[in-house]
């Protein structure tokens, strides 16, 4: 790749006139500077350029953010479009073909600024991009790197369909204002970063109260929810005999599963304790009748279905694993309903997220008499009699640390008659 880079040609982009003069500089600096969204910039941007006459038919800013599964977002902004378009590759595109041999695989190595005239007969055409722009009837070919105060390099680029391409004044234009559009960028780069690390280690609900700064220890509020608490059978046994790789693949099948099935049915996981989940799936409305409260009922079904979810991707982890030769994963999950504070507790430098109270801690002492009752889903009477689903009474049982017995129901039964039971 090195080779490739020093032999591709920069353009000599020079200032030609000061900053002040330049629209864009100021158009940026005065109504960039208040629009919210990248997309909505990166719009108005583009039909700013085109009212200045320059033949830009394409913008496309790739920014590379730090995210778990993306590299970052690349817009797409086509003249006369209404919408810049948003994609998000993973991290494996940058072992694509399609990477490899665009232009922003040599300008993210520090290769500079690159440009082809798609008109001009003897053009080098040394990226398949290039050959689709052509056939679109592009005529000019740009790409710039923007660079983050960090050293972080991102990528901008320019199409033109005009014959003979664009100007060395437009190209100077363009160029002026790079870095006030990269500081604009920056900006958004950092809050989508900000929000993808509090959503990843904190959830989406959660991370979303604390950005409209919710920050301060006992910061929170009193919420009505049901509660879900899940636990990994045997992994004490597991870690001793399994090798820590077998082991970790193991823990990210199961919370892959529990945890995935909660966040797909839209409830909040809040924290993860050693092999154990915590989440909730809120409830706005507080009725002294929930059996005949449309949100309550449409709560309650949606974190049962969200269990049984959970229980059919195990399952299917299961049948792979056991033909692998692989250990299976025994689990259960507790769903309870009731009132707990969600909030921030901790120390003042160190705080988490999360619910506290009764109903919290019974959710939890439900899910451990999962295996008592050899079950890998139990329900407590208070979400029970809010549901239409017919559930299987247990009968009524005491809780370690609890005074009064629990009534506790089983999942449904699946519709071939069996039911759910991977609890061992």
Known sequence: MAASIEALPVAPFTVSTPLSFNPLV??????????????????????????MGIPVYRLRVTLRTLHPQFIGTTYTWLRGEDEVSELMPTHDILTEERYLKSPFAVIFEGAGAIRRRLDA???????????????????????????????????????????????????????????????LMEVHALRRTT?????????????????????????????????????????TRLADHLPREA???????????????????????????????????????????????????????????????????????????REAGDATIGFGIGLHLGDVLYGNIGTPERLEFSVIGSAANEAARIEAMCKALDQCVLISESVARIVPNKLISLGFHRLRGVRTPYELFSLPQTENGETPNTAS
């Open 247 to 321: 082991f970790l693949a193991l823990l990210n099948d199961y919370f892959e599963c529990v945890a995935g099935a909660v966040l797909d049915h839209g409830g909040e996981v809040l924290r993860f304790i050693g092999d154990a989940a915590l989440a909730i799936f809120p409830i706005g409305a507080v009725t002294d009748q929930p059996e005949k409260c449309a949100e309550h009922i449409r709560i309650c079904t949606v974190a049962i279905e969200s269990a049984r979810d959970a229980v059919q991707r195990i399952d299917a982890v299961n049948e792979r694993r």
């Open 121 to 183: 007969p003897d053009v080098v055409l040394d990226f398949p991009i290039l050959e689709e722009l052509r056939d679109e009837g592009a005529t000019d070919y740009v790409a710039m790197p923007i660079q983050f105060s960090d050293g972080r390099i991102n990528v901008v680029t320019f199409a033109g369909d005009r014959a003979g391409g664009f100007s060395s004044r437009e190209l100077s234009m363009i160029y002026e204002m790079l870095p006030v559009f990269a500081r």
């Open 26 to 51: 100021e158009w940026l600096l005065t109504d960039g500077w208040n629009i919210a969204e990248p997309n909505r910039l990166i719009k108005q941007l583009g039909d700013r350029i085109v009212e």
């Open 195 to 235: 929000q993808t690390i509090l959503e990843t280690y904190l959830g989406r609900h959660s991370g979303d109260r604390v950005l409209k700064g919710l920050i301060k220890r006992g910061d929170g509020e009193l919420i009505h929810a049901v509660i879900w608490f899940s636990d990994l059978r045997d992994s």
